[in-house]
Structure formats: C-alpha cells, structure tokens
C-alpha cells in the first residue's frame, strides 16, 4: 500500500511521462512560490504549461480533476505569476490539470488542457 506521498510522487512521474511523450519538455517539479505549489511546469514551443496532477486509487469520493479547489486554482496561479516574472516569459501559458486513476489492474491518465 502507498502512503500518500508515494501515490502523489508516482502519480507525477507518470504525468511527466505523458507530457514528455506528447512533446513536452518539463522544466520544473514541485515548483513553490511562498506556500504555493505547482505540481509539474512544461514547456512546448512558445508555451509554458502550469500542471496540477491529481491521483486516487479509487473513484469513490469522485473524479481526481473534482479536487481542483478554487482556493487551490487561486494559489497554482500566484506561483505561476511568480515564475513568469522570475523567468520574464513572454511567451503564452496555460494552466492544466493531469487526473490519474491507479487501481490494481489499471492505470487511467486523462489531460485536461487549459483547465483552470
């Protein structure tokens, strides 16, 4: 069984593989700005991608992307403001949520782009 850390740190893993493998290059992890946090940065041609991995191992509290809280939606976008202004990115950005299910016998992975 997985603690909690583990789920979310393999859950990451597997979300920067998608990325990767769509042509993403991930060019920071667990990126913080004071007690904000973003998850995974990527960027793809003149874009810069703001991701929010949710994990579960079940569905019966619902959908991992449902726990995107709007406080937490409000802290992801202070930390990206923080990275814009210390990169001086010109470029466009987006911010999106990576929603993974692992359960014993399957692994689901859905990308919602420009979900927040």
């Known amino acids: ?3 909690t850390t583990q789920l979310g740190q393999k859950g990451e893993e597997r979300a920067a593989y998608l990325l990767q493998s769509k042509g993403y290059e991930v060019i920071r992890r667990n990126y913080r700005a004071g007690r904000a946090e973003i998850d995974l ?17 079940n569905l019966s509290y619902g959908f991992p992307e449902a726990f995107v809280s709007p406080k937490k939606i409000g802290l992801i976008r202070k930390a990206a403001d923080q990275f814009v202004y210390e990169t001086n990115w010109r470029g466009n950005i987006r911010f999106d949520v990576i929603a993974i299910t692992i359960t014993r016998t399957k692994t689901e992975v859905e990308h919602f782009e420009d979900a927040m």
């Open 1 to 3: 069984m997985l603690t």
């Open 41 to 57: 940065i990527a960027q793809k041609d003149n874009w810069i991608v703001f991701v929010e991995v949710k994990t579960r191992t």
